[in-house]
Structures are given as C-alpha cells and as structure tokens.
C-alpha cells in the first residue's frame, strides 16, 4: 500500500469496533480522515450494513470531530448498493475524498461489492483489517485503548449476558474457546455479534449509555435498544 497524505478519505462508519479500528489504523498511517459515512438501513438483516447501534453515529462523529453523511436504505439485497454509491458522491462532492474506509475482515461478499461500488466512482479502498486473524483484530483492539460492547448476539454459545457490558481480553478468550468448540467467528463478521465503541484513540469524548433495554428473541439471540445516550468527558 502506498502512504500519500494527500489521500482524503471518508470512513465507511457502523458505529462497531471493525470500522472505527481499521479508520483508527488508516489515520495512524498517516491518512487524512475528513468524514464518516453511514448507511441507515431499514432492514435488520441487511446483506451489507450494520444496524443495531446505528443511530449513536452522530455522537461517535461528534467525539471523533469529524462531520458525518448518513442515508437511508430499505435494505434491499444489491438495491441497496444504489444508497452506497450515491452518499458516497455526496461525499465526493461535499468533502473531495479520494478513498474509502472500510472495516471489512474476510467478507467476500461485502468487500466485492464495496470495490465495485468505488471503482465505478474513481475511488481507492482501503480495508486494514483484511484477513487479518480474528483473534488478534479482537486484541488488537483492547491493546490499542478501544472500549466497545456488544449491542447483539446471535450463535450458539452466546446469550444476553454478553449484552451492554464493556469487552475483556478474558471475554476475546472464551469467543476464542467457543470458536474451536462451536466454529463461531472470534470477531462476529459471521453475524454473531455486533458491537459499540464508546471510546477509543479517535475520540475527544466517550459516549455514556444512560439506558437501555434488553430484547431476548431466544436463548442465543439477544439485541439492546438504546434509549438515551450522551458524550461524557474521558
């Protein structure tokens, strides 16, 4: 990868730990980040975007001093690629990036059409974490002062208790037992988990859960709702 600090780039934002680290990784590189870019989508189980935790972007943005272009999408399968291009040529337009962001690790699936989707508009990918082991993304994170939760859960071996607590290096190593006993992905891209990052080296600021609801759909598959949420001093 060649390092020009010239790049502009805007960061494909979920609200989770993959997106924030791998804009964490660009900016140590030297990159210049000028915007976060988030895909609302309507639909839970979109092929492409993240969405329990969605709505707390703006104060992520507000933490990390960076503006942010948000747009819906019903989150129809490869329709909804349609709402990736054009934010992404708001983007363009509004804050001239050259480059994407993107906290993609081993999905094919997304990473294709992400890549599809910037050629078309001229733009460079840039996805740190690609193929990197699961195992150390996830302890990578901690090492480097990310503090995230988990916002659902999904997988046999995981139940609510894992919901809203602040993640540990003992809680990387029971994913890791549970990913050589049940084959589950440690850093949840499989859709195991999703996750929340209140604080991490790109904010001013850490976003404090004020209060939160738990939905238990059965044993294994569990989301929170955010009901009330603020910036609070580190």
Known sequence: MDISNDERLGVL???GKDSAYAAYLMQKQGYKLVCLITVKSRNPYSYMFHTP???LV??????????????DSEGVEEIELWDLKEVLEEAVERYSISGVVTGAIASIYQGARIE??????????FSPLWHM???????????DGFVFIFTSVAAQGLDSSWLGKRITEDDVDKLVELGASLGINVAGEGG?????????????KQVEICRFEVERIDEHTAKIVILDARLGSK
Request: hydrophobic letters at 45%; charged letters at 25%.
């Open 192 to 204: 195991e988990f999703e996750s929340l990052v209140l604080d991490s080296p790109l904010f001013t």
């Open 58 to 71: 703006p104060l992520q943005a507000e933490a990390m001093n960076l503006p942010i272009l948000e747009q």
């Open 116 to 125: 599809r989707v910037c050629s078309e508009l001229g733009l460079r990918v």
């Open 133 to 143: 082991k699961q195992e150390d993304v996830m302890k990578s994170l901690l090492r």
């Open 53 to 55: 935790g969605i709505d």
């Open 13 to 15: 934002f979920s609200s």
